[in-house]
């Protein structure tokens, strides 16, 4: 469905110091009826990929092609079998529920008893029927989404392009969203989702871990989490901060990772374990628990964005 090869997208004048690159050679191929998550923070180039991919802006080098179509020679008809949702709300704010979708339906020329008949069963799919005379401007955020959906799925598209889809809306909202993807997955539509939440990656079939405009990693969120050198362990401390410091001296602790009430600590195997609460026991850091915990995905991505940095930092050393 979508094939990339080194697809490349900067801003600002060539030659000038302030020129950014948002994707750096991204190489991706993303098949037919794939649930692919492209994950990553702020600024990682996943919204520039995308509307790459939606021929809103043209690539700076590299090239990508959708059901064998060029994104740039060709863009207007990818746009025929596309649905593109962007991050943020896209849609006429004065307009009704109804007169948004009619809107877009004239768009895409659906017309008569398929345009009635297509608009009624998108009210139904996202439970929006009661809302459809309210200006889009007074829906919340998760009804706002599913109305931007709604429109992105229109002219029945093959392949759906979702930029942050569940951001800013409530925990309930994410679910429900998450329950009509999955509904739409399942029906053979191709879908590209980019998020920062690790949690939905791992509704994934595949997810591309990006950083920094760099492609990271890509396979599966079970693979994924076998990149992760070592084991994880879980400790529950008195002074989390000083015990954080403390293991960061040792040099066979791989990575520490604080979260809430709970540190994890990346060693290599399980022939740590003692050490570790040596260790701690010798700084008076009381131990509530010290246990072995499953890898996430968001400890994978942490791993690997520090371990990025170090060799970054190493190669500017050594150019410098």
Excluded at 90 to 112: A, P, R
Excluded at 297 to 312: A, G, M, P, T, W
Aim: glycine share 6%.
């Amino acid at each position: 469905m979508i094939q990339t090869h080194r697809l490349s997208r900067t801003f600002g004048k060539r030659l000038r110091r302030n020129q950014i690159t948002a994707v750096d050679s991204l190489s991706l191929t993303i098949p037919q009826g794939e649930l692919f998550g492209l994950v990553g923070p702020d600024g990682a180039g996943k919204t520039t990929t995308l509307r790459m991919l939606a021929g809103i802006l043209k690539p700076t080098t590299g090239n990508a092609t959708i059901s064998d179509h060029d994104i740039v020679d060709e863009a207007e008809t990818i746009k025929q079998s596309l649905g593109y949702m962007p991050q943020q709300f896209g849609l006429y704010q004065d307009l009704t529920v109804d007169e948004n979708l009619n809107f877009i339906c004239d768009v895409f020329n659906v017309v008569g008893a398929a345009r009635e008949h297509r608009i009624h069963e998108l009210l139904d799919f996202t439970n929006l029927h009661e809302f459809r005379q309210r200006r889009s401007k007074h829906l919340s955020g998760g009804m706002q989404k599913k109305l931007g959906l709604s429109a992105a799925l229109v002219h029945k598209p093959n392949l759906l392009l979702l930029d942050e889809p569940t951001t800013g809306v409530d925990p309930v909202a994410r679910r429900e969203f998450w329950d009509i993807l999955t509904e739409l997955h399942a029906s053979g539509s191709t879908i590209v989702v980019s998020t920062p939440y690790m949690d939905e990656a791992e509704r994934c079939n595949r997810v591309g871990l990006m950083y920094e405009g760099k492609l990271m990693a890509c396979d599966t969120p079970l693979k994924l989490k076998q990149l992760l050198p070592g084991v994880v362990y879980a400790l529950r401390a008195d002074d989390l901060l000083r015990a954080e410091r403390i293991l960061k001296t040792n040099a066979s602790v791989l990575d520490v990772q604080p979260y809430g009430d709970i540190l994890n600590i990346i060693v290599p195997d399980e022939s740590h374990h003692r050490q570790l609460k040596e260790q701690l026991s010798q700084h008076d850091i009381t131990i509530h628990s010290l246990r072995p915990t499953p890898p996430r995905l968001e400890e994978v991505f942490i791993y690997l964005v520090r371990q990025y940095r170090k060799d970054s930092n190493l190669q500017q050393e050594q150019f410098a």
